[in-house]
């Protein structure tokens, strides 16, 4: 069994930042890829960044200069420090995590459960 649990969502002005974290957690030997994606009502899931287990990192246009990955490869944990927020970065945002379990030899995509960003204007 693996979980990824988001954290850090909330309520921000605009300008405003915050700190969102996706820890995996369970039956884990190894985590690829890890990214963060956001979708709003009626709209499809798209990426905002990811970042691989060397450290390569891409982001959106949207979020470039804004917002930084990172992850600490020893918690299987990633991080996205946004800033200079905007209200068109409202949307639910959800962790995915490229994960080969243990005993296992393929690698499978696991979601959070997302996690609620609004920003005031």
């Known amino acids: 069994q693996v979980e990824l649990v988001e954290s850090g969502g909330g309520l921000v002005q605009a300008g405003g930042s915050l700190r969102l974290s996706c820890a995996a957690s369970g039956s884990i030997s190894s985590v690829d890829t890890m990214g963060w994606y956001r979708q709003s009502a009626g709209n499809e899931r798209e990426l905002v960044a990811d970042?691989?287990?060397?450290?390569?990192?891409t982001y959106t246009n949207s979020v470039k200069g804004r917002f930084t990955i990172s992850r600490d490869n020893a918690k299987n944990t990633m991080y996205l420090q946004m800033n200079s927020l905007k209200p068109e970065d409202t949307d639910v945002y959800y962790c995915k995590a490229l994960i080969r379990r243990r005993g296992g030899s393929m690698f499978y995509n696991s979601w959070g459960q997302g996690t609620q960003v609004t920003v005031s204007s």
């Open positions: 970042i691989t287990s060397g450290g390569s990192t």
